[in-house]
């Protein structure tokens, strides 16, 4: 991602979630939200960043526990300042 692409990259990332939902891929759509977490409070967008980083968590607390589902539960949890 260049400089000033944020906004772009927060909009696909957010797009490509509600996407891989409805193809019901639980853990990619959670792997896109847990990426617009991480893009959206560097953009002041707060509110959007904890919304992305609640349904990641959701949807990985849903998946069985393998080591990538872990590293995006933990991901998630420290976007979000809690641990589960």
């Known amino acids: 991602m260049q400089r000033g692409q944020g906004r772009e990259a ?3 990332y957010e797009r490509e ?3 891989l939902e409805r193809a019901e891929r639980p853990m990619d759509a959670a792997h896109a939200h ?3 977490a991480l893009i959206a409070p560097r953009l002041g967008e707060y509110q959007r960043g904890i919304l992305a980083g609640t349904r990641a968590l959701d949807l990985v607390g849903r998946a069985p526990s393998t080591r990538g589902n872990m590293a995006v539960l933990v991901s998630a949890s420290l976007m979000r300042g809690r641990r589960r």
């Open 17 to 19: 979630a509600a996407r």
């Open 10 to 12: 927060l909009a696909f």
């Open 34 to 36: 847990n990426a617009a």
